[in-house]
């Protein structure tokens, strides 16, 4: 059911109001002086704030350098007529497109899936769907069952306690007893509402005899703690949430770090992690709002910038000790960038299937062709992500790749298509590849003279057949379900939301980066905790993965805070 504009007014005006509580905080974060802490993190988003949150409720002196600022969601265009055509621009979560202050350019010349990014407090999940499945217990471990990538240095079962924290702290609408996953606590809340579209296929797969399950989704079908709304299934989930029913960090973790005493200083750009002479981290220096360079003094340092800005923060920090990049003897920082390839495939049905209504990408799932099976041309497998419809602007223009025509007959066929349809996603398992990464670019900057990355990525043999398989057993759903068409797109170029493996885990020092607690083997005071930490990509939303790893290393920083 569609919200109201004067309720959804309302509720962006309950956050408004929960910010002015942290209001005397953040002023005093931005103000002009260098400081020291106990941690530094450099990053304010899903990583991030969890970390920050868990530190600083234990007692360590946390400060966070944030390059974007607190967003005011009564400026969200959710509650605008014109928001598809905002998300188009000024809202673009591809920041070469959106171009706003406190983003960087960067170099996509040479990928064919576009870098999907926001940066401000709270970072990408901003403007995330909110799908938040867990990794299986096979993916911290295919190069053992599957010979194929890299094992972690830890297992799932490792992370569990810290994936049922993080569902605590962030909160999970879904339902218990999933049989394609290893057992779990219950869903602190109720599932959202599937729709009509995905009841469609749901029942399709059950003749087909396939596996799904509602999401899993940190989208709140009720109220979950005090600041927060419940959803109201009124559809642009991919912007921000203008009655917090999303658990976007800064509704989620930052109000809670803040209370517990960490600091965050927002539009500080970071463009050094400076070492001493031994070559450990003792800081980061940044330019500030006006341009001036501040630093911050901290005994350790904890990079959460994403898996393209990390490994350029740690590629600009180079010094003696450190000749090609902080933390990168091993010559892996910036290699092995892991992106989830994703096909679509939509069915036109006669059915009005209202798409509009509900969270745009939470639905159901299916992971009936996740893992590796010897009679396929490709190892490893993939999630089926299903979705709602586009709104009437995304339809028009052939959203989904269902063609609708300009001119004679445009109205009409807009009328067949538009709440008509439903889509399946083939979000992939990216196997690492040395050569995709992320380099400097030599020409390219960012507005304070400091250079962008440059992103090399080609998609390999394995995702392409992979994807083949994908659109194959999707069109065999939708023709099950009756769709009266079928339409596909091989692959999403702006699908770039997952950045993953560019400073990844293992045990051996020459061929990663971290070791088992995100901690750099060449510096070991310093910590990476978003997704350029993964050694694998599994075929499944990263966010509750990293969140879970960054709770777990701030536990280890907690433990051994003496001995660092």
């Given amino acids: 059911?569609?919200?109201?504009?004067?309720?959804?007014?309302?509720?962006?005006?309950?956050?408004?109001?929960?910010?002015?509580?942290?209001?005397?905080?953040?002023?005093?974060?931005?103000?002009?002086?260098?400081?020291?802490?106990?941690?530094?993190?450099?990053?304010?988003?899903?990583?991030?704030?969890?970390?920050?949150?868990?530190?600083?409720?234990?007692?360590?002196?946390?400060?966070?350098?944030?390059?974007?600022?607190?967003?005011?969601?009564?400026?969200?265009?959710?509650?605008?007529?014109?928001?598809?055509?905002?998300?188009?621009?000024?809202?673009?979560?591809?920041?070469?497109?959106?171009?706003?202050?406190?983003?960087?350019?960067?170099?996509?010349?040479?990928?064919?899936?576009?870098?999907?990014?926001?940066?401000?407090?709270?970072?990408?999940?901003?403007?995330?769907?909110?799908?938040?499945?867990?990794?299986?217990?096979?993916d911290f471990k295919t190069q053992s069952l599957d010979g194929v990538g890299n094992d972690w240095p830890l297992t799932y079962w490792d992370l569990e306690p810290y994936y049922d924290l993080n569902d605590k702290m962030s909160g999970v609408s879904g339902l218990h007893g999933d049989p394609g996953n290893p057992p779990r606590s219950p869903r602190p809340l109720s599932p959202l509402p599937i729709g009509k579209g995905a009841a469609r296929l749901g029942s399709a797969m059950d003749e087909l005899g396939w596996h799904w399950w509602p999401n899993d989704a940190h989208i709140y079908s009720s109220a979950y703690g005090e600041e927060t709304g419940d959803c109201s299934n009124c559809g642009p989930c991919e912007l921000a949430c203008p009655v917090r029913a999303k658990a976007s960090t800064d509704v989620t973790y930052w109000p809670k770090a803040l209370?517990?005493?960490?600091?965050?200083?927002?539009?500080?750009?970071?463009?050094?992690?400076?070492?001493?002479?031994?070559?450990?981290?003792?800081?980061?220096?940044?330019?500030?709002?006006?341009?001036?360079?501040?630093?911050?003094?901290?005994?350790?340092?904890?990079?959460?910038?994403?898996?393209?800005?990390?490994?350029?923060?740690?590629?600009?920090?180079?010094?003696?000790?450190?000749?090609?990049?902080?933390?990168?003897?091993?010559d892996q920082v910036g290699r092995n960038l892991m992106l989830h390839p994703v096909a679509v495939v939509t069915g036109v049905f006669d059915e009005n299937l209202e798409g509009y209504k509900?969270?745009?990408?939470?639905?159901?799932?299916?992971?009936?062709?996740?893992?590796?099976?010897?009679?396929?041309?490709?190892?490893?497998?993939?999630?089926?992500?299903?979705?709602?419809?586009?709104?009437?602007?995304?339809?028009?223009?052939?959203?989904?790749?269902?063609?609708?025509?300009?001119?004679?007959?445009?109205?009409?066929?807009?009328?067949?298509v538009f709440n008509h349809t439903a889509t399946a996603g083939i979000v992939c398992e990216d196997i690492a590849d040395p050569n995709n990464r992320i380099t400097l670019d030599s020409a390219l900057s960012d507005s304070n003279g400091i250079p962008s990355p440059r992103m090399a990525y080609t998609l390999s043999e394995n995702s392409k057949n992979m994807i083949a398989h994908g659109i194959a057993k999707s069109t065999e759903i939708m023709e099950a379900a009756g769709a009266k068409e079928v339409h596909a797109i091989e692959m999403v170029e702006q699908a770039g939301w997952h950045l993953m493996g560019t400073a990844r885990m293992g045990d051996n020092p020459e061929t990663a980066v971290l070791n088992?607690?995100?901690?750099?083997?060449?510096?070991?005071?310093?910590?990476?905790?978003?997704?350029?930490?993964?050694?694998?990509a599994a075929a499944v939303n990263p966010t509750n993965t990293l969140q879970a790893l960054a709770l777990r290393a701030a536990d280890h920083i907690i433990a051994t805070r003496r001995e660092l």
């Fill in 259 to 330: 209370d517990a005493g960490a600091r965050l200083i927002s539009n500080a750009r970071v463009f050094d992690i400076e070492t001493d002479d031994t070559g450990a981290a003792i800081g980061a220096a940044y330019y500030d709002r006006n341009g001036v360079v501040r630093r911050v003094r901290a005994s350790k340092v904890i990079v959460a910038a994403n898996g393209i800005g990390t490994p350029r923060l740690l590629q600009l920090s180079a010094s003696k000790k450190h000749p090609d990049g902080l933390a990168n003897s091993s």
């Fill in 358 to 416: 509900g969270a745009t990408a939470n639905c159901i799932t299916s992971q009936e062709f996740y893992e590796t099976q010897s009679d396929r041309n490709f190892q490893r497998g993939y999630m089926l992500q299903f979705l709602r419809s586009f709104g009437p602007v995304i339809t028009a223009l052939s959203g989904y790749g269902v063609p609708i025509s300009w001119g004679k007959g445009h109205q009409r066929r807009l009328l067949e």
């Fill in 516 to 536: 088992k607690w995100n901690q750099a083997h060449d510096v070991k005071n310093l910590f990476v905790i978003d997704g350029s930490a993964f050694a694998t």
């Fill in 1 to 138: 059911m569609a919200l109201g504009r004067r309720s959804i007014l309302a509720g962006a005006a309950g956050l408004a109001a929960a910010r002015l509580k942290y209001g005397r905080l953040i002023r005093e974060a931005a103000a002009d002086e260098d400081v020291d802490a106990e941690v530094l993190i450099i990053g304010a988003g899903a990583s991030g704030g969890a970390a920050a949150w868990r530190l600083a409720s234990k007692g360590v002196k946390v400060v966070c350098l944030e390059q974007g600022e607190w967003l005011d969601y009564l400026e969200s265009p959710t509650i605008d007529d014109d928001w598809e055509v905002a998300r188009q621009r000024e809202w673009n979560p591809n920041p070469n497109v959106r171009g706003l202050a406190a983003d960087y350019p960067i170099n996509d010349d040479d990928t064919v899936i576009k870098p999907m990014m926001y940066n401000a407090v709270g970072g990408t999940t901003i403007l995330w769907s909110g799908h938040a499945p867990r990794f299986h217990p096979s």
